[in-house]
């Protein structure tokens, strides 16, 4: 498995080389490094045996049949875009490591009595429209209409995107599979945090996923001369913005496992001497126990409305996701945890603050993941890293799964 491992390693590099941005690594909905991406992963696919096609959400899809004719299949994948400047094994370890297991199963002469589908998921960070999982809730004919008019930053919906994807027209994936005829579906993916580092283990199992709320704040005050307004005259839309952001921090801090982010921010019209008249940010909300989330934000909601009123500004408050927290399916996740004993000798279950892929499959197929220790815990960032080392134990619990403890009858 090391030579399977360095393998992969070096498939990570390369596919982390794809970018819209040059100098960082940045793959945002449907760009042009996304579909560059979803060409060499193709690649890959078709040399471990897979049939491959590309959906009309932009999903890359490999289907590798069993040797006997069955409609049971097992799902695995995760997602080839990124966040701005990322690391390059969020998302692409899990579309990558089972593309090289399966190679190696095919170079064994090894064939599994189900079939196998590895989904390259084409959007689910929410970098371009601030919606994440557009990817797998089209894979899964889940995609909702009414997100379809979010826009970018330079006004494309998400329609017109798809549209220009697709040649002009756009008619939303259905999911292929019925539901009965799914075994599960896996997601290998880094931890993103400092769990396994600390425990000393290079892989460990999921129950659970946190719960997220997505929104956009847009501010309106009045922009103004910088050097002759007084003070207490202004309605400055940034300040407003900072002051929000900081209650948003102070409640999070102050209420156990909630976490509150403003990621990304804009100020209008963003000169030195002028007061901020318009700022738009967003807001990202999480918690294992959607009860906290939701009173967290209203308590943010009733935050914000009262800094507006105080300095006289207009507030919009738009819900961009709300996605609940998911429970990994029991027995795949125990089946799995049984791979992780047989390789590792010890099996940790880890509750997932970040989101993911298997969020959205949880709500149609059983669904769990696999999380590999990443240094630091370090993610979202160019300096993320998974040791060649851990990646060949995950190869091996994964192998171990494919052959051993994947169910092949479904639920
Ligand atoms: O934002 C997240 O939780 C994940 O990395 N998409
Ligand atoms: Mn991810
Ligand atoms: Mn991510």
Known sequence: MVADAQRLARMLGELGRVTDEPGQLTRTFLSPAMQRANTLVATWMNTAGLATRVDTAGNLIGTLPAPVPTRRTLLLGSHLDTVRDAGKFDGALGVLLPIVALATLRRRGISLPYN???????????????????????????????????????????????????????????????????????????????????????????????????????????AGHAGTTPMKLRRDALAAAAEFTLAAESLARKTAGLVATVGMMAVEPGAANVIPGEVRHTLDVRHARDAVRRAAVATLQRTASRIAQTRGLKLTWQKSQDHAAAVCDAALTRALGRSVRAVQGRELSLVSGAGHDAVVLSACVPATMLFVRCREGLSHHPREYVATSDLAVALRVVDDFLMTQAPVSAP
């Open 116 to 222: 196998v589908e590895v989904v390259g998921f084409s959007e689910e960070e929410g970098v371009r429209f601030a919606r994440a999982y557009l990817g797998s809730e089209g894979y899964t004919g889940r995609l909702p209409a009414a997100a379809l008019t979010l826009r970018d930053a330079s006004g494309v919906t998400i329609k017109d995107a798809l549209r220009a994807f697709n040649g002009g027209t756009f008619a939303a994936p259905v999911f292929a599979h019925q539901r009965g005829d799914v075994l599960g579906y896996v997601e290998v993916h880094l931890e993103q945090g400092p769990v396994l580092e600390n425990e000393g283990l290079a892989v460990g199992v999921v129950s659970g996923i946190a719960g997220q709320s997505r929104f956009t704040l847009r501010w309106v005050g009045r």
